[in-house]
């Protein structure tokens, strides 16, 4: 286990005193040209959510012999962070994309490749600026 801080999307977790802060998970980014298929991430969610298969890719990789990457079913995901985890390679991460809504539940399963390309944003964002005297609010 590497210590220090990891942080992905506002969510941090300190191993030296192993404890995670609460932060904001959405929908994984995904690396290709970091991974190692070493499925760690798909061991840390076996027994929570079950939701991470390791599936064959055509294009080779050279740090990834066995071209086998990480895709996510959404429709199973609890978001709880255990796979950014687990990643010793630093190539899983969660965005603060959480607009994953659909009709029909095989969207929610998503490939490597489309897990390697960032969510592009559907308007604006709205940032929430923490006050003592009055809570959070628009910014």
């Given at each position: 286990?590497r210590?220090?801080?990891?942080?992905?999307?506002?969510?941090?977790?300190?191993?030296?005193?192993?404890?995670?802060?609460?932060?904001?998970?959405?929908?994984?980014?995904?690396y290709?040209?970091?991974?190692?298929?070493?499925?760690l991430?798909?061991?840390?969610?076996?027994?929570?959510?079950?939701?991470?298969?390791?599936?064959?890719?055509?294009?080779n990789?050279?740090?990834?012999?066995?071209?086998?990457?990480?895709?996510?079913?959404?429709?199973?995901?609890?978001?709880?962070?255990?796979?950014?985890?687990?990643?010793?390679?630093?190539?899983?991460?969660?965005?603060p994309?959480?607009?994953?809504?659909?009709?029909?539940?095989?969207?929610?399963?998503?490939?490597?490749?489309?897990?390697?390309?960032?969510?592009?944003?559907?308007?604006?964002?709205?940032?929430?600026?923490?006050?003592?005297?009055?809570?959070?609010?628009?910014?």
């Amino acid at each position: 286990m590497r210590l220090g801080n990891r942080k992905s999307g506002g969510y941090e977790f300190d191993a030296k005193k192993q404890v995670g802060t609460a932060g904001f998970k959405g929908r994984h980014i995904l690396y290709m040209d970091k991974c190692t298929g070493c499925s760690l991430c798909a061991i840390a969610c076996e027994n929570i959510a079950d939701c991470i298969d390791m599936v064959k890719v055509d294009k080779n990789f050279p740090q990834n012999k066995k071209s086998i990457f990480p895709q996510i079913d959404y429709g199973r995901c609890v978001f709880c962070g255990f796979c950014v985890d687990a990643c010793p390679f630093d190539c899983l991460f969660m965005t603060p994309f959480y607009e994953l809504s659909t009709t029909d539940k095989r969207l929610l399963v998503y490939t490597p490749e489309m897990l390697n390309i960032y969510p592009e944003t559907k308007g604006e964002f709205v940032n929430f600026i923490p006050d003592e005297k009055s809570g959070a609010h628009h910014g």
